[in-house]
């Protein structure tokens, strides 16, 4: 693909994301690479649904430079370190989906329970430990868990996700959070030992859980 | 005049456009309202109307002096005890209204939450004015026990996102202690993600959310 259709090909993604429930505002992030030397990111506080394919920000991976009056994602870093250490990547996605922003809240990894999960994923979910926003602490604990994998939470922060094409990393999302919201549901049904879950058997189990 | 009264309409049309906004969200119920500061006074829903709802005539305009109703005076002492702030939205939104049953605080598990609301949102232990603005000290965002929740904006728009910001930390807070392990970002953490925040986040961003709600509505 040329420079002009990956632009519109992060464009249409960011779009896809927001319409899915993923990401929300300004908030989460998309990167494709360009080549082996850069890579075509969505611009620092600008929301998915008003931008243009000319507002994506072109980085150099090795050196985090850029061009345009657009700012990058202010997590360039993370997607630049992932390109650089692993080749086959083409793909990185940052959102802060609900069901795994709980997940991350609880530092928790998200168990991988099928080989459809393995088979996509690469094995459980594990979670960076918790650094502040665009530092190189955050930056070196998010490539290192999701080393060998699709994916991997951000504590207290919220998700990443890579794949070799912006598709697989989209399936891996929209897998994740699946995923997460099963494993919430399945802890409440334990709980209550009630096969329904809604808002009113997870306010029960809160309180429950509150109270050990 | 009639620029003031084209003004009170502009603010009007914001206001019916977020209660929209809040419907869709489902972070609204009947008895919810929004008030902004215009001059020396304020514009303030009709609590009678469920704010997805309203129109342009379901709106008082409150003054000091006024005889006030209590949601009256709640609204305008807010807006007199946060001079930055500019607009009051309270809600009662689905996983807040369970943190306020329960807790007398709802720590920040998120960074987003740490960075617009803070270090914690303070739980009021009643709908007194007094009550409110004790949990509202250093803070732009409460919850009350009551099951409503409360965000004070340098715009409406920023009120909305507080909103918004405290619904997903609640959610998150109230999952993650089911799942057993509730982690509070770092107190220094919190305090520098909310300094920078107060000091930089632009008023662009907030409008970008509402943008960007609208469009998926579309």
Redesign the interface.
Known sequence: MNEIELRNLVKESGVRLVKEGLVRGTWGNVSVRFDETSMIVTPSGLDYLSLKPEDMVLVDINTLEYTSENKPTTEKKIHAAIYRERPEINAVIHTHSPWCSSMAAAHTEIPAVTDEFVKLIGGEVRVAPYGLPSTSKLTNATVSAIRDRKACLMAGHGVLVCGESLEEAFEVCKMLEESAKNFISDRVSTILGKEEVGLKEIKEAFERASEI | MKTEDNMIEKVKRKIIEIGKLLGKEDLTKKGDTISVRVGDSILLTDPSIPLPELTDKDFKRVSQGDNMSPTETLHMAILGYKKEGNAVIVNQA?YCS?VT???DKLPA????FAQIVGYSAKVSKSDNVIDILTALKKRNACLIQNGSSLAVGRTLEEAF?GV?VLE?GA?????????????K??LM?AL??NFIYKKKY?K??QE??L???K??EE
């Open positions: 689905p369970i049953g329960k807790m598990v998120l960074d987003d996102t918004m997903k959610k998150a807070f109230v999952e993650s202690t089911i799942i057993g392990n509730p982690v970002i770092g953490d520098l993600m632009s662009k961003n970008n959310l943008d960007q709600i469009k998926t």
